[in-house]
């Protein structure tokens, strides 16, 4: 019973020729669950390039699903609404990309995907941390984020109250600072140089200040999927 005849993986053998007991697998051979024949789902570009679409119908639970992964990996350099003032500004590293700059909101979402596959600059890949899946989710939240940032209430449905930020934080007991944009602290080092004539939206206004609106509506109906610019 001490010498079987069986092979043990990666011990040599004299069986076959080449030595080894673990035979080489067939040639072209896919793993299962590994064949990737839809490069667009897999690379985010098409013909070479960026595309803005999605590989897949985006629904609420693609969404969902987005938000949550967006808030594990993302927020600690983009924040929570995109502007790129997360934690790691607070201390002493650079903003990162705030996805409602004239430059960003112009990238396709195939360019999320891609930036999250393989890294851009000081970012780093996330492919071991996300599979293709959640990243296209987070690519459809970081649009719904920058909609959110941008809307106005012409885009309200009808019937849907929109109401000041700072009413609903003081009926709510939050202080008054919850309501204000959020600006960058002075520990940040921006590596471009502000727009002084309209701020940035996620930020604290340039000049002036602007009232926050949030949307709000019974509590029976389904939530407004977009918000005004600066509520969070």
Same mark, same amino acid.
């Given at each position: ?24 697998? =067939?040639?072209?051979? =896919? ?26 119908? *985006?629904?609420?639970? *693609? ?14 350099? $983009? ?9 790691? *500004? ?9 996805? $409602? ?13 891609? =930036? ?8 780093? %890949? ?7 899946? %959640? ?31 700072? %009413? ?20 940040? =080092?921006?590596?471009?140089?502000? %727009? ?15 009232? *926050? ?20």
């Amino acid at each position: 019973m001490h010498n079987q005849p069986k092979f043990i993986p990666q011990r040599s053998t004299t069986f076959f020729s080449d030595g080894r007991s673990v035979r080489p697998q =067939v040639a072209h051979t =896919v793993a299962r669950g590994q064949l990737g024949e839809d490069s667009f789902y897999y690379t985010g570009l098409m013909a070479g390039k960026e595309a803005d679409m999605l590989p897949f119908p *985006v629904s609420m639970q *693609v969404l969902a699903r987005g938000q949550e992964r967006y808030n594990i990996y993302c927020t600690p350099c $983009h924040s929570r609404v995109g502007n790129g003032a997360g934690m790691i *500004v607070q201390r002493g590293y650079k903003p990162a990309g705030n996805f $409602h700059s004239a430059r960003i909101l112009a990238e396709p979402l195939g360019h999320y995907f891609y =930036v999250m596959t393989n890294g851009y600059g000081a970012m780093p %890949d996330y492919s071991a941390q996300l599979t293709p899946a %959640d990243r296209w989710s987070v690519a459809a939240y970081i649009r719904a984020l920058q909609i959110s940032q941008n809307a106005n209430e012409s885009e309200v449905p009808s019937g849907v109250q929109v109401q000041n930020l700072k %009413d609903i934080a003081e009926r709510e007991g939050y202080p008054d600072s919850i309501a204000e944009p959020w600006t960058l602290p002075a520990t940040a =080092v921006s590596a471009e140089p502000p %727009d002084a004539s309209q701020g940035m939206p996620g930020m604290a206004p340039a000049t002036g200040d602007s009232p *926050v609106l949030a949307i709000t509506q019974p509590r029976t109906q389904a939530t407004s999927g977009k918000a005004p610019k600066g509520a969070k």
